[in-house]
Nanobody, 123 residues
Framework: QVHLFESGGGFMQAGGSLRLSCSAS??????MGWFRQSPCTEREFVAA????????YYASSVKGRFTISRDVVKNTIYLQMNNLKPEDTAVYYC??????????????????WGQGTQVTVSS
């Protein structure tokens, strides 16, 4: 079982920045993704990255503001969040995809999740 651990969440005023990290317990070489979930909402896709080659896919709501990246040596992915908005407030989850090459936005395509890290943006 692959274990994931997110960190980096916190409180930030609108327009500020946060950087989330997600470390995996072992190398998976599958695609990885970031999702978020607000109270009374379903888990929402944010961004995904293919481990080999670094192909990236973003949700339209975060394009131009968020950047997903990975460190293959540290077995870690990151989410740099700039120009934060109140609507970005959510618990952010790191997920391990079931697929090596495909980038998906469906939570059911991910088989491991971190515990989540809270991001709260004040207006």
């Amino acid at each position: 079982q692959v274990h994931l651990f997110e960190s980096g969440g916190g409180f930030m005023q609108a327009g500020g920045s946060l950087r989330l990290s997600c470390s995996a317990s072992e190398c998976t070489f599958t695609s990885m993704g970031w999702f978020r979930q607000s109270p009374c909402t379903e888990r929402e896709f944010v961004a995904a990255i293919r481990w080999t080659g670094g192909i990236i896919y973003y949700a339209s709501s975060v394009k131009g503001r968020f950047t997903i990246s990975r460190d293959v040596v540290k077995n870690t992915i990151y989410l740099q969040m700039n120009n934060l908005k109140p609507e970005d407030t959510a618990v952010y989850y790191c997920g391990r995809s079931r697929y090596i090459t495909n980038l998906t936005r469906t939570p059911d395509d991910y088989d491991s999740w971190g515990q989540g890290t809270q991001v709260t943006v004040s207006s």
